[in-house]
């Protein structure tokens, strides 16, 4: 059985990510989401346990400590963070795993696990990020504009992912990103042990015809 794949995901906010894997995981039975800890409050609608698990600081710090994360980051005042268990128990059962976490946590897992597809999603221009954002008129103008000024600095680092999805047409959308993954699981990166079970067999084989 193949070894599923860490799929990462990460967009600005308002790139519609949240929906996007939220439709894979309806349509395909190979896709399981990591549920993330965090220290932020819960928005209106959000339930424990299946958008967040949410922490004190206090609580937070405690999980570093004991090693729970993959990776963790800081966001906009906040600590977010992708407990280790789950992801190892799903991709040892074949699931295609996805974490959608933003662009510092991305890099740090790429680093610890190199056959890790890095995905960013955004939608078509960086009005339309603000837009989105009014538009769901869970944040402050504050933190609206701080979001923004991180949106910037991610910019700049988009280039360090594997893939760029661009989100104008949400159904479009979410078939490319299927069939990115499908693409993506074939890399010989990603196939190692198929690769080296070949070698072996053909060397077995080689050596029994020789002794025979
Ligand atoms: P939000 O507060 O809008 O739910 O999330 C803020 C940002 O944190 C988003 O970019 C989201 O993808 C990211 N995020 C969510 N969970 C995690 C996580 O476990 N680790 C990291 N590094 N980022 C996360």
Do not use: W
């Not at 339930?47 to 990776?71: H, N, P, Q, S």
């Amino acid at each position: 059985m193949r070894k599923g794949i860490l799929l990462i995901l990460s967009g600005f906010a308002g790139s519609g990510k949240g929906t996007i894997v939220k439709e894979l995981i309806k349509r395909y039975d190979n896709y399981a989401l990591s549920v993330s800890a965090t220290t932020r409050a819960p928005r209106p609608g959000e339930v424990e346990g299946r958008d967040y698990f949410f922490k004190t600081r206090e609580e937070f710090e405690e999980m570093i400590a004991r090693d729970d994360f993959l990776e963790h980051a800081e966001y906009v005042g906040n600590y977010y963070g992708t407990p280790r268990q789950y992801v190892d128990d799903m991709l040892d059962k074949g699931m295609d795993v996805i974490l959608e976490i933003e662009m510092q946590g991305a890099l740090l897992v790429k680093e610890r696990c190199p056959e890790a597809a890095l995905m960013f999603v955004m939608p078509p221009s960086a009005g339309e990020v603000y837009n989105r954002l009014k538009k769901r008129g869970t944040e402050s103008e504050e933190v609206i504009l701080k979001r923004m000024k991180r949106g910037a600095e991610e910019s700049r680092g988009i280039c360090k992912y594997d893939f760029l999805i661009i989100n104008d047409d949400l159904e479009k959308c979410i078939e490319e990103v299927n069939n990115t993954v499908q693409c993506a699981k074939c890399a010989t990166l990603r196939n190692r042990d198929a690769i080296d079970t070949i070698i072996k067999e053909f060397d077995d084989f080689l050596m029994d015809k020789e002794e025979g």
